[in-house]
């Protein structure tokens, strides 16, 4: 049967049958990392043009409907006008700093990227402690959006990027939060334990209100990790123009920009992952025939359903509700969520140990 | 007591947030609701709103006469001078001089489409067109004069 695992193998022993192991490694890494960036201009592509038509459809417009049928290659013309633009750097900008900041927003996208399982046997990096790596190296990128707001030596870029701070600091924490929650129930940080524990049934439904809870918290969470509207406080294109990538253009600026975009896969493919079984097709209990009817649908599109699904749902906050104030958002935050999700915590906990889930 | 508000706090927002998402996932779900007109593709099917306001025009019916008394409410009420009303005298059939439009003169790039003139004119010698395709290579040609030729006084209209 012809699936991405199979692929992956045949491949892998067809290099060790022709090279040296440590050529194998090599060559390997480099396949990865060509996948890696392919899947990230890939993903900027559609989900900017899937951004641009969920908002027109929701707000009763037509949407990019003019470059290629029905406006599909608007976005490949957008990415051909940015890198033709003039990449410019101000004259009072920390140069070092200004240019390397995209950079480092970029890279830590990527190493995101390691854990996620995106079908069966299809996992860059399988690293026993994968939760804690993501919600780990999560938090870096807000080292890239500090570097290029203090960097642009522009008063708006740096009110951005410390919103941006503050709203990192604290969103992580309720995030953090409820992946421990997932994390009691399954007792792994192994990405692919807890995607197995999910053979008979979703996290979600599993878990009772409890993992609702936490679903729920978790989206909203991300939503503001990835500074997305109604938590885009750092760009709030009404008070502060561009907020921290106000001063960049051409490329670097398309960096910032794609870097937004695989942030909210990578969090929706993760939410998917933790709550909704990963790449595991749906499966009810013991009702054997429809578990073997939701077999048939390969992993990777199960994977990729969800994710889009996870996605559809943050698009659509974003067009629906109107931003928060600084205020606002601190006190959503440490006033309502934070003390909601211990709360929830401690019930999940107690629901684990007393083994009340299905 | 304070959690009573708390917790009814968080359904409130929890149900007017939802409450919210209905609405543009309703609009999502329904591409009959789209109001975009394909403007230069549509030009012969074009439907304009009825409340649409293009340009003032000036009604002729047609023995080429209008209602304008050359009262100038419509310039004293357009509040950017788009408007300059000339009159002249008439004679009446009495021998009476009577006051009456010469020109009506509408300048169409000073104007923003407000309505205050139509709503001010007491005889409701104007209206708004729902011509919008108003572009020209002169900024002269806005200047229009609104009477037609020839045109005079209907009848019976004070």
């Known amino acids: ?358 | 007591m304070f959690l009573k508000k708390y917790i009814s706090d968080v359904f409130g927002a929890v149900r007017s947030l939802l409450k919210g998402m209905r609405l543009t996932g309703y609009y999502f779900t329904h591409r009959k609701e789209i109001i975009t007109q394909q403007y230069p593709d549509n030009k012969e099917e074009m439907k304009l709103p009825e409340r649409f306001r293009g340009e003032v025009v000036m009604l002729h019916d047609e023995k080429n006469e209008h209602a304008c008394t050359g009262c100038t409410a419509c310039e004293l009420a357009c509040p950017n001078g788009t408007i300059k009303i000339i009159t002249k005298f008439d004679m009446t059939p009495e021998g009476k001089k009577k006051k009456a439009l010469d020109t009506f003169i509408y300048h169409l790039e000073l104007c923003t489409m407000c309505n205050l003139c139509i709503e001010a004119c007491p005889t409701d010698a104007i209206k708004m067109a729902q011509n919008f395709e108003h572009s020209v290579y002169d900024r002269s040609e806005l200047t229009k004069k609104l009477n037609k030729p020839g045109s005079k006084i209907r009848e019976g209209v004070e």
């Not at chain 1, 410390?162 to 929650?181: D, P, T």
């Not at chain 1, 140990?353 to 299905?358: A, L, N």
């Open chain 1, 1 to 358: 049967m012809l699936s991405i695992e199979n692929i992956t193998h045949s491949i892998d022993a067809w290099l060790n049958s022709m090279f040296h192991p440590t050529v194998v490694l090599l060559v390997e890494s480099l396949i990865v990392g060509i996948c890696a960036i392919s899947l990230f201009a890939v993903l900027g592509l559609v989900l900017v043009l899937m951004e641009r038509k969920v908002s027109a459809y929701m707000q009763i417009r037509l949407g990019p409907n003019r470059v290629g049928p029905g406006g599909t290659l608007q976005t490949v013309a957008d990415t051909l006008k940015l890198a033709m633009k003039e990449g410019l750097t101000p004259d009072g900008a920390d140069k070092f700093l200004f240019n390397l900041a995209p950079f480092v927003v970029i890279i830590v996208a990527m190493l995101i990227l390691a854990p996620v399982a995106f079908a069966k046997g299809t996992q860059i990096w399988d690293l026993n402690i994968g939760v804690l790596y993501i919600s780990a190296v999560s938090s870096l990128s807000v080292i890239g959006i500090l570097m290029a707001g203090w960097a642009s030596n522009n008063k708006y870029s740096l009110l951005g990027a410390m919103r941006s701070g503050a709203q990192i600091v604290s969103y992580e924490l309720s995030a953090g939060i409820s992946v421990i929650s997932i994390v009691v129930l399954t007792g792994s940080l192994r990405i692919q334990d807890i995607i197995a524990s999910q053979q008979d049934g979703w996290w979600l439904f599993k878990g009772h209100i409890p993992a609702l809870l936490s679903f729920v918290i978790f989206i909203i969470a991300v939503t503001a990790e990835t500074n997305r509207a109604p938590f885009d406080l750092a760009e709030a294109e009404s008070e502060l123009t561009a907020g921290f990538h106000t001063e960049y253009s051409g490329m670097k600026f398309a960096l910032f920009f794609l870097a937004e975009y695989v942030n909210i896969f990578i969090v929706c493919a993760i939410a998917a992952t933790l709550y909704l079984g990963g790449w595991m097709p749906l499966h009810i209990g013991h009702w054997t025939g429809f578990n073997q009817v939701m077999d048939y649908i390969p992993s990777s599109l199960w994977f990729m359903g969800k994710t889009f699904f996870l996605i559809f749902v943050i698009m659509w906050f974003r067009w629906t509700f109107p931003r928060l104030r600084i205020d606002q958002l601190l006190n959503l935050e440490w006033k309502y969520l934070l003390p909601i999700s211990m709360v929830n915590l401690l019930l999940m906990t107690l629901i684990a140990i007393e083994g009340w889930h299905f």
